[in-house]
């Protein structure tokens, strides 16, 4: 018995990296799969076929059952029709792993509008029409599991990733949405910030071989159960994974208040910001916890 039999999953970008991972791990738990990937450059450059259907025979060689899809999720009518291979071919679609994407990192003084929107259509825009798509048949169905990939240079900020952590910043609170509009109808909406040596992090390694840690095989466990009905109870969170840890992000939310009766002006703000708010502020970008890979002696 596999935590996902008889499930029917679409899994976008599934033919690399932390994607490729998923689909063979929802497959390993017993769901049907469609794996979809256009075979682009990391940039969002050219199309290829292969990777898709490389990932799809892997599947089948381990006796599961996939079939590949080539449309790009950035297109809403593509999107539509990476849904509909999955209704078509196996019956539902139950679970949807947004997990597709691509980087042009620049400074924001050297993005151009083109790098903004190139980034932008497929993380945010590409999540919002696979999902458009999926949730009208998980309603129907009155069952749905959705998992956004985010990250967190959009959750904390990144430097150099203006585009990508717009779209990843808006993945997360189109996950926060969602969790509230679909939850009525039994539909499930969590987000994830994976990590792990791809194509999209080999710089960060500088060409030396990555720790066991950077595997991206180690982020679809926690996919996988999210996926699953045993997660019925999980809805609107956002987790991640760092070294073999998962983990879950605080929602942001007010830590601190100052108060006036009738409201401030600008002068009161200034006299007044640094004793109460200003002790609460917070740093951004992704300094590790201190804690994690350290086990205890
Ligand atoms: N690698 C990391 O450490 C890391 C960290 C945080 C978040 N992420 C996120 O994880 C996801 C997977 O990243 P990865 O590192 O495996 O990258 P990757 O480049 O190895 O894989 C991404 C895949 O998405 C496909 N793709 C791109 N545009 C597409 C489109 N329009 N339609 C369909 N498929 C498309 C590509 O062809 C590629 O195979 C991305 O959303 C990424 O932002 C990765």
Redesign the pocket.
């Known amino acids: 018995m596999g935590l996902l039999d008889d499930k029917v999953a679409v899994v976008?970008?599934?033919?690399?990296?932390?994607?490729?991972e998923i689909a063979l791990c929802l497959a390993g738990e017993g769901a049907r799969v469609v794996v979809?990937?256009?075979?682009?450059?990391?940039d969002?450059a050219g199309l290829?076929q292969d990777?898709a259907a490389e990932v799809c025979a892997a599947i089948e060689s381990l006796g599961g059952k996939a079939v590949p899809s080539y449309?790009?999720?950035?297109?809403f009518e593509a999107a539509g029709r990476i849904v509909a291979q999955a209704v078509d071919s196996f019956g539902s679609v139950d679970i949807l792993v947004?997990?597709?994407?691509?980087?042009r990192d620049r400074t924001l003084l050297k993005m151009d509008e083109g790098d903004y929107d190139a980034v932008v259509?497929?993380?945010q825009k590409?999540t919002f029409n696979t999902t458009r798509h999926a949730a009208a048949h998980m309603k129907e169905a009155g069952y749905g599991r959705i998992v956004n990939?985010?990250?967190?240079?959009g959750l904390r900020g990144n430097f150099g990733q203006t585009n990508?952590g717009a779209a990843?910043a808006a993945i997360m609170g189109m996950t926060f949405v969602w969790a509230l509009e679909l939850g009525r109808y039994g539909i499930t909406v969590n987000a994830v910030?994976?990590?792990?040596?791809?194509?999209?992090?080999e710089n960060l390694f500088g060409g030396e071989d990555a720790p066991a840690d950077?595997d991206?095989a180690l982020?679809a466990p926690l996919v996988a159960f999210l996926a699953s009905e045993q997660a019925s109870y999980v809805n609107g969170q956002v987790l991640g994974r760092t070294g073999f840890a998962y983990t879950i992000f605080q929602t942001p939310r007010q830590v601190a208040a100052m108060w006036r009766d009738g409201g401030w002006t600008p002068t009161e703000v200034a006299d007044h910001f640094h004793d109460v708010l200003g002790q609460h502020l917070q740093p951004v970008g992704m300094p590790a916890h201190p804690l994690l890979g350290k086990k205890a002696d």
Do not use: C, F, W
């Not at 976008?12 to 490729?20: D, K, L, P, V, Y």
């Not at 910030?193 to 992090?201: F, K, W």
């Open positions: 976008t970008g599934a033919g690399r990296g932390i994607g490729r979809n990937d256009i075979g682009t450059s990391l969002g290829a990777p449309e790009s999720v950035s297109d947004n997990n597709a994407g691509i980087v259509a497929v993380h590409g990939i985010t990250s967190s240079a990508y990843k910030a994976p990590s792990g040596l791809t194509r999209m992090t950077q991206p982020n």
